[in-house]
């Protein structure tokens, strides 16, 4: 992992603290998502996001999503979640 710039909060000049890498935005249903890096101020709590930097991508074996090798395949949690409730 090679440390990119510091963020820096706009509004206090304080160096802000990675709060969620890669977090995915938009629908889990959709094809491409967009990852976001979401940055907190630990001064005053603002939150800026950044666009994830591209990381190699894993394809789900199960449902054939690319997901960030940092998160289990959204896909199939959703899917894992529904059929638990059909199957109780
Ligand atoms: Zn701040
Ligand atoms: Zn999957």
Excluded: W
Aim: proline share 7%; glycine share 2%.
């Amino acid at each position: 992992m090679s440390e990119t710039a510091k963020k820096l909060c706009p509004a206090c000049q304080c160096e802000l603290t990675l709060a969620s890498a890669a977090f995915p935005m938009g629908s889990a249903f959709a094809h491409e998502r967009f990852h976001v890096d979401i940055y907190r101020c630990p001064q005053c709590d603002r939150v800026e996001l950044f666009a994830a930097q591209e990381e190699e991508k894993v394809t789900c074996p199960v449902c054939g999503a690319t997901h960030s090798p940092k998160e289990k395949c959204p896909i199939c949690a959703l899917n894992t979640a529904f059929s638990d409730h059909t199957h109780r």
